[in-house]
């Protein structure tokens, strides 16, 4: 169990650049989870996969966000037209699909737009 | 849609206090519950669940949690902590319609002085 892996650790980016978040899961867990964490708060849910169908996007999730999970194997979180209230923590997360699988998270990309 | 609620945002305690932090969350059904623990500078952790049976669950650490169905709380417990408790806590909560996506609460900050 290498954990899960999120690259990079810290992006800085100016307000209407583009950037994009890799996430490795742990091998086996056909689960991925996107979330979304601001200072002072839980994390919140952007979306998961099972394998490479995405199964549900929040609200929360803008058209200017998209995610991906092509080969059912690592995810890339892209925001478009980045803007300042983008600025967060973004948690990855996998688990098995049972029920009672808990999420295992990786430590995280903070991005900060300036 | 589920909701969790965490009584304290920050609580600071001497080493050797006893440590109880509420969790509240609104979903009336079958639910499963974590407590999960960010140390500085790591990942999210899993620090205990309860899926069913008994509603006393111990996790690591010595943490304990209580779940009392009729008052849809989730309390974490620890009977004396040490200086390397200091960290945020998280409780989060899912259910069989939301499978394993969780819901997170704001989160406790503990600050334990040596």
């Known amino acids: 169990d290498t954990g899960v892996s999120q690259d990079p650790r810290h992006k800085i980016t100016k307000r209407g650049q583009n950037v994009t978040f890799r996430c490795d899961p742990i091998?086996?867990?056909?689960?991925l989870y996107w979330y979304r964490q601001t200072l002072g708060q839980g994390p919140e849910f952007l979306t998961y996969f099972q394998n490479e169908a995405q199964l549900e996007k929040s609200r929360l999730l803008s058209d200017r966000f998209s995610a991906e999970r092509p080969k059912g194997s690592f995810s890339t979180l892209e925001i478009q037209r980045t803007e300042q209230g983008d600025s967060a923590m973004y948690l990855c997360a996998s688990s098995r699909p049972d029920y009672n699988s808990p999420l295992h998270f990786g430590n995280g990309t903070r991005l900060t737009v300036t | 849609a589920q909701s969790v609620s965490q009584h304290n945002h920050h609580v600071i305690l001497s080493e050797a206090a006893s440590l109880e932090l509420g969790c509240n969350y609104s979903y009336g059904g079958t639910v499963n519950l974590f407590w999960y623990v960010q140390y500085p500078g790591q990942h999210l952790q899993l620090l205990l669940k309860?899926?069913?049976?008994?509603?006393l669950v111990k996790g690591i650490k010595g943490f304990e949690a209580e779940f009392i169905k009729s008052k849809f709380s989730f309390n974490l417990r620890k009977p004396s902590v040490q200086w390397s408790d200091t960290a945020e806590y998280f409780c989060?909560?899912?259910?069989?319609?939301?499978?394993?996506?969780?819901?997170f609460g704001g989160g406790t900050r503990v600050l334990v002085k040596p």
């Open positions: 091998s086996e867990h056909n689960r």
């Open positions: 309860y899926f069913s049976g008994d509603p």
């Open positions: 989060a909560v899912t259910d069989k319609a939301a499978g394993n996506k969780l819901t």
